[in-house]
Nanobody, 118 residues
Framework: QVQLVESGGGLVQPGGSLRLSCAAS????????MGWYRQAPGKERDMVAT???????NYVDAVKGRFTISRDNAKNTVYLQMNRLKAEDTAVYYC????????????WGQGTQVTVSS
């Protein structure tokens, strides 16, 4: 069982920046893919960015060039640096850990609210 704890959400003005953190309860070397997803009111949860244990990254087109996902293996933490935030980035952001243990298993954090508003 991987436990994930997110932090760093909040209220920010359009054009501002936030950095989300996701601390894992075990070494992230053992986690195949970590990622950030978001869910806006009335919408489905969608992938924002992922990073593999080989540090390959992937982003949804809407955030390319604005968001950066990174990992600190020593701290078992994954980050999402969000720059030039827009109102449409407003959502609950969830950290995800996907591991292969005979089959793919997904773990989720509790979510952190990001609100972009003036």
């Amino acid at each position: 069982q991987v436990q994930l704890v997110e932090s760093g959400g909040g209220l920010v003005q359009p054009g501002g920046s936030l950095r989300l953190s996701c601390a894992a309860s075990e070494s992230i070397f053992s986690i195949n893919v970590m990622g950030w997803y978001r869910q806006a009111p009335g919408k489905e949860r969608d992938m924002v960015a992922t990073i593999t244990n080989g540090s390959s990254t992937n982003y949804v087109d809407a955030v390319k060039g604005r968001f950066t996902i990174s990992r600190d293996n020593a701290k078992n933490t994954v980050y999402l640096q969000m720059n030039r935030l827009k109102a449409e980035d407003t959502a609950v952001y969830y950290c995800n850990a996907a591991v292969v243990r005979g089959r793919w298993i997904n773990y989720w954090g509790q979510g952190t609210q990001v609100t972009v508003s003036s």
